[in-house]
């Protein structure tokens, strides 16, 4: 169990990167913290890891304190491993020399064995012996992984292991942490800016702002649940209104005309005895079309229909479902 117990650090300048942190993850879980550039992730990652000094508060591993770097003379820990954004590959060995370096210790025909496994599990077999300007962005991100796993530690960091990939890439990297916290019951961890990777593979995630956790949950309750706008925005496409606009909507009038409310897209639908509202804008968004209605002059509402028919100017009946209607803090 990897516990970030009110962890805080702060740079020169005042920069208060990582202020009270706390969070436990088990073995085999995937939690994936969402912030926007700035927001301490890989601050808090190389706290994790023991790569940074904390300045107040603790990260324990199995009830034990992992030390910062000032506590050892070579920072890290043995069973965390975090794999950077930037990957750090060795540039003049192989994909397979890469992967094979992190299993050294080990006797040759183990290594072998292993390196075998961790290509095929990361499907990289067949690049194995180029280097790693000659791979992909996706195959140099996976060899990362590969070698950060090879020695089986217990937690896994990953900062934003997402971001430099494609989509079938980025499917593949998550399809690949998901067997692997299977099947070697690893504790993974990774950073993202990009809600949606979250929210496909955590089992928790988190919402980093500012350095500070504020919001942990399923991805579920935090989708449908968010705490502030903030983390209703970050988590996916939403309408952030003020309860005085609920008669507009066809839902009752609330008793804090100011406060804030959420409305997911996918909870409007168009439908015949709904309120009638003009369309101001059509997105074909693939599987779907996401309109744009207008409420009044000032304020609009987001909706996704599968109906190809809808024009720009035309008017439309719309239903919002009350219970995904969600009040929100600020
Ligand atoms: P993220 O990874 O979410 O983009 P970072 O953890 O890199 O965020 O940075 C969080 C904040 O801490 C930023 O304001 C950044 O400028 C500052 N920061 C990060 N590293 C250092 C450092 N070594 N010295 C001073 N400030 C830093
Ligand atoms: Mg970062």
Partial sequence: MLVADNVSKAFA?????????????????????????????????????????????????????????????????????????????MPNVSIRENIAYAVR???????????????????????QD?????????????????????DVPAVLLLDEPFSHLDLPNRLLVRDLLFELVREQQTACLFVTHDAVDALSIADTIGILRDGKLIQLGTPESVYLRPDTAYAARLTGRVTVLAEKYRPLLGLPASDSPDRLMSIRPEQVTIDESGVAVRVRAVFFMGSHYELEVELNRYASLRLLTTRADIQVGQLVNIRVNADAVWPLRS
């Fill in 13 to 89: 300048g005042s920069v208060r990167a990582v202020r009270g942190v706390s969070f436990s993850l088990a073995p085999g879980q995937i939690m994936g913290l969402v912030g926007a550039s700035g927001s301490g992730k890989s601050t808090l990652l190389n706290l994790l890891a023991g790569l940074a000094d904390v300045d107040t508060g603790s990260v324990l591993l199995n009830d034990k304190r992992v030390p910062g770097p000032s506590d050892v003379l070579i920072a890290g820990h043995p069973d965390i491993r975090l794999v950077h954004q930037e990957y750090q590959l």
């Fill in 105 to 127: 210790y080990f006797e040759k025909e183990y290594r072998t064995h292993r390196v075998d496994a961790l290509l095929k599990l990361c499907r990289l077999t067949a690049v």
């Fill in 130 to 150: 180029r280097l790693p300007r000659q791979v992909s962005g996706g195959e140099k991100q996976r060899t990362a992984i590969a070698r950060a796993i090879a």
